[in-house]
């Protein structure tokens, strides 16, 4: 695993891919679930799959940090310019966990570990944003544990869907990258 080196241009155009599709896709479907967490499912499917092809740390950041600020010049979700924290938080979280879980042997619960801890992360934004809006702090936790709950199934379903596209790209020979 390549840790901390520049990207050359076909990894900097997936990751810019990866995140463009992202918001086009979060924007143009607006799905209005009632469910907290359902975001997560294609948040973890694209930076995981950027991951994925890219094999390198900083490219789940990289992509977070593109998605959201797209987002915010697009005016996709509701939170003005702290859109993009609710996109680099659980970015940051995950390439974080990529150094945490590099040790995990089968890549399916590699990418899940790394998933959970971007859940993690965007559920402690949801309750640092509730606590300082007043909400008391039983009723918060409540809500912090519900959205982790319904977040990290979401999360996980999207993260067991990444392999299966990963193995089909390097059986078309279409990455190099040598994630084991």
């Known amino acids: 695993m ?3 080196e520049s990207f050359n241009l076909k990894d900097a155009l997936f990751i810019g891919f990866c995140a463009t599709l992202l918001v086009v896709i979060k924007g143009s479907l607006r799905l209005k679930l009632g ?6 499912f294609l948040m973890t499917f694209f930076y ?3 991951f994925g092809v890219v ?3 900083g490219a789940i950041t990289a992509c ?3 998605a959201g600020v797209m987002a915010m010049i697009l005016g996709i979700g509701k ?3 702290l859109i993009l924290l609710k996109f680099l938080m659980p970015a940051v979280a995950m390439d974080i966990g990529v150094l945490l879980f590099a040790a995990l042997t089968p890549l399916h ?3 899940v570990a790394i998933a959970l801890c971007g859940c993690i992360a965007w559920a402690v934004k949801g309750l640092i944003g509730d606590l300082l809006l007043g909400m ?4 918060g936790l409540t809500k912090f544990l519900m959205s982790l709950l319904t977040g990290g199934i979401f999360t996980v379903m999207g993260a067991w869907l990444v392999v299966p596209v990963i193995h089909r790209l390097k059986a078309h020979d279409l990455i190099s990258v040598k994630i084991k």
Not at 35 to 40: A, N, R, T, V
Not at 136 to 139: H, K, T
Request: contains cysteine.
């Open 136 to 139: 008391s702090l039983e009723v």
């Open 2 to 4: 390549k840790i901390f």
């Open 55 to 57: 094999g390198r740390v």
């Open 79 to 81: 939170g003005g310019p």
């Open 35 to 40: 469910i907290s967490g359902h975001s997560m």
């Open 48 to 50: 995981i799959i950027c």
């Open 109 to 111: 619960w590699r990418f």
């Open 64 to 66: 977070g940090m593109i």
